[in-house]
């Protein structure tokens, strides 16, 4: 598979993918909506996740007729992040190693995340991440979000990729759909909050990132015979 379509750059979804901040975004808006005498039921959740933040939130406003701004809800989750970013954030599995992994192969990789780019910008700076990407696309860098493939067709432009060359690495079903819409080489790394999502289209559905058909689709068959066989 590699062999006759090499992966020339990857591109890393943020949110449930790198990192654990989607349960974090869970628990906020679980706690926003409480405040207001409603529930974050499943059916609002799927609605909500892979969106841009500020999509999400309207979502939830019109979803309970919710007597508040975009605006005002967004105040409020910021004002709760930080104390969870303090205590409960962390890299997910694979990420550090499968990093390590690129940056030896001279592979380069790039953030497309719907977050804000300030939220972004210390999510990665608590684990001094940022500098190893070539650039970073946030909610502030396009026009239509996830699944529109904007974002993704804008990091191909800026990686100087075709879309087939480029792995997009998703958790949702909205970033797999930017990504397939995009042509890029898709794989979808299903969570607890996205294990029932539709991932139609994709070009892998992996374990993990430390998913060995991950590297052997980067044509980095050594490193993926040291993770083992897939579970």
């Not at 919710?66 to 605006?71: G, R």
């Not at 709760?80 to 390590?100: C, E, I, K, N």
């Not at 992994?101 to 977050?115: D, H, V, W």
């Not at 990091?155 to 397939?180: K, T």
Request: hydrophobic content about 45%.
């Amino acid at each position: 598979m590699a062999a006759n379509k090499p992966i020339h750059a990857v591109v890393f979804d943020l949110d449930g993918l790198m990192f654990n901040t989607e349960d974090l975004y869970q628990d906020i808006a679980a706690e926003l909506l409480r405040r207001r005498g409603q529930e974050l039921t499943a059916p609002l959740l799927a609605a909500t996740m892979g969106v841009p933040t500020p999509v999400g939130l309207q979502i939830m406003i019109d979803w309970y007729h919710l007597d508040v701004t975009v605006e005002q809800l967004e105040a409020e989750q910021d004002a709760l992040f930080p104390a969870m970013l303090d205590t409960r954030l962390a890299p997910l599995p694979g990420l550090l190693q499968l990093l390590d992994a690129l940056e030896q192969a001279g592979i380069p990789k790039a953030i497309g995340t719907g977050s804000r780019r300030s939220f972004v910008v210390d999510v990665l700076s608590r684990f001094d991440l940022e500098p190893r990407f070539e650039f970073l696309l946030t909610a502030e860098d396009v026009t239509h979000g996830k699944p529109d493939p904007e974002i993704y067709l804008t990091a191909c432009r800026r990686l100087g990729c075709p879309p087939p060359r480029v792995m997009v690495l998703e958790d949702s079903q909205n970033g797999c759909r930017a990504a397939v819409a995009a042509g890029t080489f898709a794989v979808a790394i299903p969570a607890p909050h996205s294990c029932h999502h539709s991932f139609d289209g994709v070009s892998l559905v992996a374990d993990s990132l430390a998913d060995p058909r991950i590297y052997q689709a980067l044509g980095l068959a050594a490193q993926a015979a040291q993770l083992g066989p897939c579970r």
